[in-house]
């Protein structure tokens, strides 16, 4: 799955996100529904996994160096698109 997930475009990525969002939240509720006894553990479970996951809401820092003419779009948090048109181009 990471292969195929690494030969993806970022919006391609993140549409089977969703879908596994999707299926695993579906798994969880059906697999409570069977064992509803585990609810506990399985909380403590993702409050494990939560913790040890790097914090994604702190600051970030980036270094960017660029030379001659070059451009550079940066983004932090999120995507960049960049839709250039050459100067011989209509508007």
């Not at 990471?2 to 879908?19: C, G, I, K, N």
């Not at 451009?71 to 250039?84: A, D, F, K, R, T």
């Amino acid at each position: 799955m990471a292969a195929r997930l690494a030969e993806q475009s970022d919006r391609e990525r993140e549409q089977v996100r969703q879908e596994l969002v999707i299926a695993w939240t579906a798994r969880l509720s059906d697999f409570l529904e069977d064992r509803p006894e585990l609810a506990t553990e399985l909380r403590e479970l993702i409050g494990r996994l939560r913790a040890s996951l790097p914090d994604a809401s702190g600051a970030a820092q980036q270094t960017v160096h660029a030379q001659d003419h070059a451009v550079q779009y940066i983004s932090q948090h999120g995507n960049v698109y960049v839709n250039q048109r050459g100067p011989q181009e209509p508007r």
